[in-house]
């Protein structure tokens, strides 16, 4: 199988150019961009990404060298093209202005990238710099008005820059292009589809597991599902032990329900150990998010020692499996351009460590959240467990937002002008949550937009107008219900992580469920957090929804879902004693993450 190395000088498009390449039947990887020239020689193309920096910064990621000299085709995108012409005698020239969108490119010959395609080409840019002379050897294959040397290629050594982003849906055949390199360039053939994988992967987990036993942690998820089908199907039922961690922080009747699926479907048996009180107890008094992702984590490993000690089985006879896939290993550590938006609960540093040491199975860490859906159904699994939502290990606990101390909205004028401007009023709240701006992690407040219509139309672009401007915010949501109330002099409570706050969040959390099943929503929403929020009118709280669409959750928009529907969903959640609010988050995921913590 040819192999395509993605080599990542940061950014997102990084991970849209490896799932497009994917999708396109090519199988892509992602590595740093300074990874080890020698370490390239398996792959039979190499493409250079974008990346927020500019080569003439000092810190600017930079490739070893020898790269050029190795003998494989290479594309170069956007950073990646700059990178081309700075490193093999070229001249890049900063910006004296930038070009951001569509930009009409005008194509020299229709062959080589440009094979199959007309002479005018519509294409997104995004750079300030640019190519002003090209390396000995390269010719200009197509130009914009604002950029001469828009592509460029040296067809000799087969090695190709585009100033443009293929990979984007704003150039249509970008996807051509990046065929025309994988095929004409590289010599690959179409042959990567997940659920062709299983055998590959199923001598990959009897290679590393040997004689050892596994202990695999299922939360009922996805991921952890089809770990654990393909564990039992590499290494036989006897082999692998599924262990289901009720950690107090799992969904209204989940525990009940995982278990009577796993019972029907003959999966085999769940052990089921419950640590709400370990989990509850060592959470207590913890607001920051990755404070609480770390406790999680490390509860785990505790419960899997337990486990082992309990049965006094030696620990070097078993491994812990998890259903880590490709997005956890990449945030962590897996390129060293990209900044650390969350740490997953399975990879808290001594998880690492066990990684380190060999002692962790994981057969699904090439695969995004679909390709593993794919995998699942070629194992044979029934769609009730393949295409439940995802459900993230930490649980409600990362959607149960905490607060030391009381406080207060605040105007801000500037984004309350903004908001005027689109009939709404708004406020900041300095309650925090989690996003990705500018490809780096933020924290920061709420913005809370309220008054006027709820209408996706306008609330969409001011969501996105309030956090591209305004860099203390990086979420909007619009209040949904009580309808016309005025949440400026709501109050925000000091509130941690207790029993009786997630048995709220459960409430509210079944009843959203239900309604997306009872409405046929289901399916069209990828994923619908429920997220509690320690601020209401009499000292209540405030339920936010967050139902989101995605292919894999790398990125994601606002679902929009149908209106009247919403109003008599919100209606029925004040109903809740102890909710005073519902709102809506309005954020596409950048610059708001789809988990809130
Ligand atoms: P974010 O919030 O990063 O989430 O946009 C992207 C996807 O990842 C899930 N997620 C997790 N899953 N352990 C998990 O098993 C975690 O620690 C974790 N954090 C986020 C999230 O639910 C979404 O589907």
Known sequence: MGRIAVLDSGGQYCHLIARKIREMGFFAEILPIGTDPARLRGYSGLILSGGPCSVFDPQSPQPEPGLFELGRPVLGICYGHQLIASHLGGTVNRGTSNEFGSALLRIRRAAGLFKGLDADQQVWMSHGDHVARMPPGFGVLASTRECEVAAMGDRQRQLFGVQFHPEVVHTPNGSQMLQNFLVGACGSEPDWHPGDRIEGLLGGIRDQVGQRRVLLFLSGGVDSTVAYALLVRALGQDSVEAVYVDTGFMREGETAQIRSAFRSLGLGSLRVVRAADLFLGRLSGTADPEAKRAIIGQ?????????????????????????????????????????????????????????????????????????????????????????????????????????????????????DAAAQRNGYSAVLLPLRSVGVQGDSRSYTG???????????????????????????????????????????????????????????????????????????????VWQCP????????????????????????????????????????????????????????????????????
């Open 530 to 597: 429920v997220v509690l929020l320690p601020w209401g009118r009499d000292g209540g709280e405030t339920v936010g929804l967050r139902p989101v669409v995605s292919v894999d959750g790398m990125t994601a928009s606002v679902a929009e879902l149908p209106l009247p529907g919403l109003r008599e969903l919100a209606d029925r959640l004040t109903r809740i004693g102890g909710i005073d609010g519902v709102v809506y988050d309005v954020s596409h995921k950048p610059p708001s993450t789809i988990e809130w913590e």
């Open 299 to 415: 509860a785990f490993v505790d419960v899997q020692a337990g486990i082992l000690a309990d049965r006094k089985y030696c620990t070097q006879d078993w491994l812990l499996g998890q259903g880590t896939i490709y997005p956890d290993t990449i945030e962590s550590g897996g390129t060293t351009a990209a900044d650390v938006i969350k740490t997953h609960h399975n990879r808290v540093p001594r998880i690492q460590q066990m990684l380190a040491e060999g002692r962790v199975v994981e057969p699904l860490t090439e695969f995004y959240k679909d390709e593993v859906r794919a995998v699942g159904r070629a194992l044979g699994l029934p769609s009730q467990l393949v295409d439940r939502h995802p459900f993230p290990g930490p649980g409600l606990a990362i959607r149960c937002l905490c607060s030391e101390s009381s406080a207060v909205p605040v105007r801000d004028a500037r984004i």
């Open 446 to 524: 709420l913005t809370v937009v309220y008054g006027g219509r709820f209408d996706f139309g306008t609330l969409l672009p001011l969501s996105t107008a309030i956090t591209n401007e305004h860099r203390q915010t990086n979420r909007v949501v619009a209040l949904v219900a009580p309808n016309g109330a005025d949440p400026s002099r709501w109050k925000i409570v000091p509130a941690g992580l207790d029993a009786p706050r997630v048995r709220l969040l459960q409430r509210a959390d079944l009843i959203v469920r239900r309604y997306l099943r009872d409405e046929g929503l289901y399916g069209e």
